[in-house]
């Protein structure tokens, strides 16, 4: 048997705005609330099960994308106005990288989780 990731927990304080926000970026959308939880599914059918908590640590989430919803889905980071970086400690403001011969960005959702968008190069 492989094993594969099959869903991970994100927590936040409003699991619907959080949830909205970053399928917006994505270009996805939310899947019916299942019991506590709203659920963005990806294209390797993990889902992140959004929870609402009364106190959020933190954490990294990586998502290895296309050139074309790259360039998608920073069109939405930029339209939005949000502020995205070229590094995980936030030091390069308003850039893009090139590390590994692909692009990356970091961005941070509502609850302080920083989230980034990767290509294969």
């Not at 619907?16 to 709203?38: C, D, H, M, N, W």
């Not at 290895?64 to 400690?89: K, N, S």
Request: proline share 4%.
């Amino acid at each position: 048997m492989s094993i594969e990731l099959d869903h991970t927990i994100v927590c936040v304080t409003d699991r619907e705005k959080s949830a909205q926000f970053l399928a917006g970026i994505l270009g996805l959308r939310t899947e019916p609330v299942a019991g506590p939880f709203v659920p963005i599914r990806l294209a390797n059918g993990v889902t992140l099960d959004y929870l609402r908590v009364d106190r959020v640590t933190s954490q990294h989430y990586a998502f290895l994308v296309g050139e074309d919803d790259f360039d998608a889905a920073m069109a939405r980071i930029e339209r939005a106005g949000i502020t995205y970086w070229a590094d995980p400690f936030h030091e390069r403001t308003g850039e893009v990288n090139d590390l590994n011969g692909g692009r990356g960005v970091y961005f941070e959702d509502p609850d302080g989780h920083n989230m980034e968008l990767l290509t294969r190069g």
